[in-house]
């Protein structure tokens, strides 16, 4: 517990470097969102305004608290926007601790817990930048495979299947699904060093500690557990409109606690999706979508599902360039170029990867439900990779369940004796 502690510190202690890298941020395009609230914010005011219409960027969103931060920075530091990094930083800063307790009131596996709170610091703090994970797990995925087909081949099927896990493990842990950010960020820099990325790390606080005190309540029945999740629940829905889907996750979390024989008050459940419903009705009346910000910011339905499907199938890309190939000139002739042969190959280890550590899929299979849907709606827009930050602290939990399966597996594969500390056990 302590050293995953000091792990979570020296990631965030690195994403530091976004405040003292000195970015210039009163010129360029990239901090011109941070310059148009500071602006607004010397104009005569009153903060409660917030709570009753348009934040200052004028775009149509409701984010009264990320709102009342940025009131706060402006309190003392007047025009020095660059300050106003240090609590971004902060926000941040402070949301794998959040994740590491509703893990544990999910999983009450502690070190489960720990592991996808350090995974997700060290994403969120571009740590992981440092190591080329892609290119590590491919390696350890052909060695899995080759000691399958050459060595041990009374269990070549266990070692392909391991070879498919780790080969899914290197892209999930290389953040391959954040890269295309609109204007070529990286998620570090957008959820640690960007300015109105703290919408989204707020809002992703808030939805921790709902969905933590949730699963608390449920656990033990005390109902300030329960007071403390909805009241959380609305303090997301001030920051960042994303939180409209915690109602499904929720449900999901129920759904995993009930799977483990913990009793769920199912009907408590109509509150918050009745609420998120009259949020939406009283968002689109007030502050409907017709900005320009808003209408520039659309992109394609195909674009956008095709994302979605990606997150929930990462090779699905790879289906594309089959259909491509078989589209064009080429048609049948595909057949023998490398290219059709290694989409293919992608798409079944993938779906392999998934059926060999079904075993797992209960937390797993939640936590990777819970990653798409928490991206879902801002998935219709041109990305900035701030939108992924709470459907990526779910994600942390999904891939650290399939390092648990393919640690074990490996480990029974060796005939080395295997401890189940850092197996979820509800």
């Known amino acids: 517990m302590l050293w995953g502690l000091i792990a979570i510190g020296l990631c965030n202690l690195y994403g530091l470097r976004f405040i003292i890298g000195g970015e210039e941020m ?5 901090n011109h969102d941070t310059r148009i609230i500071a602006r607004n914010l010397e104009k005569p005011h009153s903060p409660l305004q917030w709570f009753t219409g348009d934040w200052p960027l004028g775009n149509h969103f409701y984010r009264p608290i990320p709102t009342l931060a940025f009131e706060v920075d402006h309190a003392i530091w007047g025009p020095q926007i660059e300050r106003y990094k240090i ?5 941040a800063a402070i949301c794998p601790f959040a994740l590491l307790w509703f893990a544990w009131e999910l999983t009450r596996s502690l070190a489960f817990s720990v592991a996808s709170a350090v995974l997700f610091a060290a994403w969120q703090s571009g740590i992981v930048q440092w190591a080329p ?5 491919n390696l350890l995925a052909l060695l899995a495979v080759g000691l399958g087909i050459l060595v041990d081949r009374r269990k070549w099927g ?5 070879g498919c896990v780790l080969w899914l493990l290197g892209g999930e842990l290389g953040m391959r699904l954040t890269e295309g950010d609109f204007g070529g960020m990286s998620f570090s820099y957008r959820a640690m060093g960007w300015v109105p990325g703290r919408t989204a790390t707020i809002m992703g606080l808030f939805a921790l500690i ?14 300030s557990f329960w007071m403390i999740a909805f009241v959380s629940f609305l303090c997301a829905l001030a920051s960042y409109e994303l939180a409209i889907m915690l109602p499904l996750a929720f449900v999901v979390c129920g759904f995993v606690l009930w799977k483990h024989k913990v009793r769920v008050h199912w009907w408590l459940h109509a509150l918050p999706w009745l609420v998120a419903f009259a949020y939406a009705w009283w968002h689109h ?10 209408l ?16 929930l199938f990462p090779a699905w890309p790879s289906l594309d360039e089959v259909l491509l ?13 490398p290219a059709f042969w290694g989409s293919l190959i992608a798409m079944g280890v993938n779906a392999y990867g998934y059926v060999v550590a079904r075993r797992e899929w209960v937390i797993g299979g939640a936590a990777l439900l819970l990653s798409v849907a928490l991206y879902g709606p801002l998935a219709f827009q041109r990305m900035l990779t701030h939108y992924f930050y709470l459907a990526l602290a779910m994600r942390s939990l999904f891939v650290i369940t399939l390092s648990v399966f393919a640690l074990g597996e490996a480990r029974a594969l060796w005939g080395i004796k295997q401890s189940s500390r850092a197996t979820p056990a509800v």
């Open 296 to 311: 520039q910011r659309r992109r394609g339905n195909h674009s956008s599902i095709r994302d979605l499907v990606t997150w």
């Open 158 to 162: 266990r070692w392909i299947g391991l």
């Open 133 to 137: 994970w892609e290119f590590v797990f």
């Open 210 to 223: 709902a969905l933590g005190s949730y699963c608390r309540f449920e656990r033990t029945g005390r109902w």
């Open 285 to 294: 009346v007030q502050l409907p979508p017709t900005s320009e910000y808003r």
């Open 87 to 91: 609590s971004t930083w902060l926000f």
């Open 325 to 337: 190939l078989f589209s064009g000139d080429v048609g049948l002739a595909a057949l023998i170029l």
């Open 26 to 30: 009163w010129r360029g395009t990239e």
